[in-house]
């Protein structure tokens, strides 16, 4: 799908304290980093944009078949190109649904201010219900694990499971290094040499570099983009407890958004169809790292759970 909606565009958008470029350049300066980063991905079979009542949500399918779907959920400032890495090869065994995340940079258009993570799984939930299928297997990184989580929290009977790389803010608490690192997504006048710093840190030192299209997005997106989100709330042990659909939760050892141990720990004790493994090797960009790897642990979780309803041989 080459047309896309009108963006977001400063000024009003501002105001309303809805997600946006800060000027047409900025837009422009985006769309093309997204096309550059999109021609490294596997030829979708659809795109489509579906209406919610929070906004028009960029959709892409990938694969056909009729197994339950996988959908995919970016992270902080990323958008579908995020998951080249892992595409190829979690397609060639299911259709796979990809998502640029309301209020993100992106090609989805956020019409309406989000005030609490109730709202952000709202409309996820109401793109679930457009997209013709009775359950999804729910997959995401980071924030998008975030994501994940407060979905099935907020709509169960549309999740068949949920699998969390390193997800942000669910086990274990933001550290001071998040902080820092999210100075350069909001500082317009942050120099761009730091800011791909900060990406390489984060990642665990990957290439962070001009010819590196992945990174070039998200440094556009963390350039000339900027999000009205509510802080990502902190979940009580009793919502943790409360998930009632199977999770596959990877922490990355290496993380610098939380504390890889305790988070682990927090996650086997209080997630009662929770299969947690924590990766000393992984940095935060663990789909990047480790994709074959993440892509067989990922198939073969829910496979089991499509096979037998439930993880780790535990009913």
């Known amino acids: ?57 960029r959709v892409y399918r990938f694969g056909d078949g009729d197994g339950v779907p996988l959908l995919l959920l970016p992270g902080r400032t990323a958008s579908t190109p995020m998951w080249e890495p892992n595409l190829a090869g979690l397609t060639a065994h299911r259709p796979v649904y990809t998502v640029d995340l309301l209020g993100e940079p992106g090609l989805s258009v956020q019409t ?48 068949a499971s949920v699998s969390l790389l390193d997800p942000a803010s669910l086990f274990g608490r933001f550290t001071w290094k998040v902080v820092v690192t999210s100075l350069g997504s909001v500082l317009p006048f942050f120099p761009e040499s730091w800011r791909r710093g900060l990406l390489s840190w984060i990642s665990g030192g990957a290439d962070a570099s001009e010819d590196e299209p992945i990174a070039n997005l998200i440094s556009a997106g963390m350039r000339d983009f900027t999000a009205f989100l509510p802080p990502p709330t902190y979940p009580t042990d009793d919502q943790v407890a409360g998930v009632g659909v199977p999770v596959l939760a990877l922490i990355a050892g290496r993380s610098i958004i939380h504390d890889p141990r305790k988070a682990a720990l927090r996650a086997r004790r209080l997630l009662p169809h929770g299969v947690v493994e924590l990766w000393p090797d992984a940095s935060h960009a663990i789909n990047g790292e480790f994709p074959e790897r993440v892509n067989a642990r990922v198939l073969a979780f829910v496979d089991e759970i499509d096979r037998t309803g439930h993880a780790g041989g535990t009913p």
Do not use: C
């Not at 422009?28 to 949500?57: H, K």
């Open 1 to 57: 799908m080459n047309d896309i909606l009108e963006p977001n565009i400063g000024g009003a958008s501002s105001r309303r304290r809805l997600g946006h470029f800060r000027d047409a350049s900025a837009f422009a300066r985006y769309r093309n980093a997204y096309d550059q980063a999109m021609a490294q991905l596997p030829e979708p079979d659809q795109a489509q944009d579906v209406v919610t009542s929070f906004g028009t949500v």
């Open 112 to 159: 309406r201010a989000f005030t609490s993570a109730a709202d952000q799984a709202g409309w996820l939930a109401e793109l679930l219900a457009q997209l013709g299928h009775d359950r999804v297997h729910l997959f995401g990184v980071s924030i998008g694990g975030w994501s994940a989580f407060h979905l099935a929290l907020h709509a169960p009977e549309k999740v």
